[in-house]
């Protein structure tokens, strides 16, 4: 479990075949890896990983068929920034919402404008996902947690604030580049017992 708060940002470094999917290596500050242990868990762009081979540079991780359809870390290239937070621990604040790392789809970037000091993203999704995603609710993009103004049929905006566009790679993102998204985890199981309720009563 995560809260969508970055820790930092890492360097993909190197992409390897396996039967079939993918083992990715990923450079990683040494901050980042106090502590940390084969097995862990860890959010690379809000996609939930498991720890492999980590040390004081960084990590691997093994991505599985559906990952790599589902997300867009298949598309990554050595070189590429990705961010990054490790699991949530009992004691921590919750300075996000929480976050589970199961990616529910993409959101395509539609538009970015000036917003103050701060920028306004227009994204576009699948409308299956769009239902899910309601003004001042809350959705995760490549792993950070976000607050969502307006909502308009399949497309949403935010303001992101000069931070978060500083310390993410939310701020190099340019119209039709695709983000990670995965939906309020409350309203997912919302929807999951009122489609069970329906059944129930046919």
């Known amino acids: 479990m995560f809260t969508g ?18 083992r990715m290596r990923f450079e990683v500050p040494a901050f980042l890896m106090e502590g ?4 862990d868990s860890i959010s690379v762009a809000g996609v ?11 990590f691997s991780a093994d991505l599985s068929v559906e990952t790599l359809e589902l997300t867009t870390l298949g598309s990554r290239r050595p070189g590429d920034q990705v961010n ?8 921590d604040r919750l300075g996000g919402h929480l976050v589970s790392g199961h990616v529910d789809g993409l959101a395509e970037l539609v538009s970015r404008s000036e ?14 996902l769009a239902r899910f995603i309601a003004a001042k609710g809350s959705v995760c993009l490549d792993g950070v947690s976000l607050t969502v103004n307006v909502v308009e049929n399949n497309h949403f905006s935010i303001c992101i604030i000069p931070h978060t566009l500083e310390v993410t ?11 990670n998204l995965e939906v309020d985890l409350i309203a ?6 009122n489609q069970a309720q329906k059944e129930l009563q046919i």
């Open 48 to 58: 939930c990983l498991t720890m492999l081979e980590p040390d004081e540079r960084g």
């Open 169 to 179: 790679t939310l701020g190099g993102l340019v119209a039709g580049q695709s983000v």
């Open 5 to 22: 708060i970055v820790a930092g940002t890492g360097t993909l470094q190197s992409r390897q075949s396996l039967d079939g999917d993918l």
């Open 84 to 91: 990054l937070e490790l699991a949530l621990r009992a004691s």
């Open 36 to 39: 940390c242990g084969s097995g």
């Open 115 to 128: 917003d103050a000091r701060s920028e306004r993203f227009l994204f576009e999704t699948e409308q299956h």
């Open 188 to 193: 997912r199981y919302l929807e999951r017992l």
